[in-house]
């Protein structure tokens, strides 16, 4: 553990220096000046996190506990980087009795800019129950960003390393209410609340800061926005801007949905004709097969609906069709003796469940519909609408018709908590969520209609999880915000372009792109 090597009298002489003050005199120092004191209060901010930790706490429990504990700096080619964790609230509404999870976040600047006044900019992952990328250079978005900012990669509760929620883990919660009523505390909330509790902590003289969301991050940027904009600087936003009406709107959610993805299953298609007999024979394979399916090397089963869930990682990012060619041109096995059963490679078996994740991410699958609700229950949206479009998704029906099997897009269904081993133990617990009424509000229309804060998103026309139409609809209700709506991406713009598309929206902020 680090220690001071200090006198106590210096040590509280440091932790008592008026900040207000160093603030008021900023404007009169030099640039030498005022790198010195910036990294005064860098020091301070460590000396702070070292005196708590130096001081054991404990929670309801009795558990030690600190509530900052920052590492030190180390390297990666072109980027340093410094990691924090702090002790949270469980459930902010009720702090004092509430028991306490870890929220880890990763400090990040270029190669020098270690002591150098610079603003934050906190990034926000998309899911939900999704890490933050782990950086192994300086590159894309993250590289342009470093230029000016410090950056800040949150894992959001219950991912990475913020108190996990693996299958493994959240099987310590025997009872199914137990675990639905924990989980209802892992939304954009209450990770709203983490960031805020992170910028106090962290941002010196707790400055707004700027805001960085994809996808779900996003959505979490306009729930910081209705609740919190006094920590806010400028947000960006890249395809992720909610639908923020009253109620559920997971149903029109799906509905629109639906249209896209049958856009997307026939330009897959137009791009690989060939493939329509593939998927046709291992859609009849599978339903001839005993018990409707195959196993997967999890332990799971690959049935023909589970088939179809490939598109939501093949059909709407980028290289997306390509990969999903390439693992169907490897579906079967060789046969090597005559007479042999045809039988589907385990290859493509391996792959299917690499491309799914909930063995790993099972909060996706668990949370999902959950992000749209306030005020009422999804009810397992994307089944009751699926059900409209029967007709066209029955992958059974159009294998023996001789139509393309069309694949589904970004979509929980409660089946899958049958046929994925990683997501039996917790079919309970995500059925008691399916059905809950009373979820908190998300969103405050009227804060974003009197919205003050910056904000610049980059819209993508063909966005097949977040539609283009809806997201029209919330953007009317944020006052000032800036769109910028291209095709030149898919969904997964920021990590494919990432340097242009960070640039794009920061000149639209700065003056650089002006209105016209």
């Known amino acids: 553990m680090l220690k001071i090597h200090a006198p106590p009298i210096l040590i509280k002489a440091l932790l008592s220096f008026d900040l207000s003050f160093s603030s008021s005199i900023s404007a009169t120092l030099s640039p030498l000046q005022s790198a010195r004191l910036h990294r005064f209060r860098l020091r301070r901010t460590s000396i702070r996190a070292l005196v708590t930790m130096s001081v054991p706490k404990s929670d309801s429990t009795g558990q030690s506990m600190t509530e900052h504990v920052a590492g030190n700096w180390y390297s990666v ?84 390393l913020s108190t996990p929620l693996t299958p493994s883990s959240m099987q310590q919660i025997k009872s199914a209410p137990k675990l639905a009523d924990y989980l209802t505390h892992f939304r954009a909330d209450s990770i709203v609340n983490d960031a805020e509790f992170i910028r106090v902590r962290l941002v010196p003289e707790a400055r707004p800061w700027s805001v960085l969301g994809q996808s779900y991050g996003g959505f979490c940027g306009v729930t910081y926005l209705s609740f919190a904009p006094q920590g806010l600087k400028q947000v ?13 709107t997971a149903d029109s959610v799906y509905r629109a949905c639906f249209e896209q993805i049958i856009h997307q299953n026939e330009k897959y298609y137009k791009r690989f004709p060939q493939d329509i007999e593939i998927v046709r024979d291992v859609v009849t394979f599978l339903a001839e097969s005993e018990a409707g399916g195959v196993p997967l090397p999890s332990g799971g089963i690959l049935t023909p609906r589970g088939l179809q869930f490939l598109g939501l990682s093949g059909l709407g990012s980028s290289a997306g069709f390509e990969r999903l060619h390439y693992m169907f041109e490897r579906a079967w096995d060789p046969i090597l003796v005559p007479g042999a059963p045809k039988q589907i490679s385990s290859y493509f078996l391996n792959t299917y469940e690499n491309w799914v994740s909930f063995d ?141 598309v960070f640039d794009h929206l920061m000149g639209m902020l700065n003056g650089k792109k002006p209105l016209f």
């Not at 926000?124 to 192994?136: A, H, I, K, Y």
């Open 236 to 248: 960006l936003l890249t395809g992720g801007i909610p639908p923020i009406g009253d109620g559920c």
């Open 77 to 160: 080619p072109g980027l340093r980087l410094r990691d924090h964790r702090f002790m949270v609230p469980l459930d902010y509404k009720n702090r004092e009795a509430s028991s306490k999870i870890s929220i880890f976040a990763r400090e990040i600047v270029a190669v020098g800019k270690e002591e150098q006044p610079m603003p934050y900019l906190l990034y926000l992952q998309g899911g939900p129950g999704f890490e933050c990328p782990r950086p192994t250079e300086a590159s894309g978005w993250i590289l342009k960003a470093c230029e000016e900012f410090r950056v800040v990669l949150m894992d959001q509760r219950g991912t990475g």
């Open 360 to 500: 790993t991410n099972p909060l996706y699958a668990i949370l999902h519909e959950s992000i749209y609700c306030q005020g009422a229950s999804s009810r397992w949206s994307a089944h009751r609408v699926r059900a409209d479009h029967e007709s066209k998704f029955n992958a059974i029906k159009a294998a023996k018709e001789g139509r393309p099997v069309l694949f589904t897009g970004e979509m929980i269904f409660p089946w899958m908590f049958d046929e994925v081993k990683a997501l039996r133990p917790f079919k309970e617990a995500t059925q008691l969520l399916a059905e809950k009424e009373d979820w908190p509000p998300l969103y405050d229309v009227t804060a974003l209609n009197n919205n003050k804060v910056p904000v610049a998103a980059a819209v993508y026309y063909e966005d097949m999880y977040v539609n283009f139409k809806l997201v029209k609809e919330t953007a009317s209700q944020i006052a000032g915000i800036r769109l910028w709506i291209t095709n030149e991406y898919m969904h997964s713009g920021l990590r494919d372009g990432g340097g242009q």
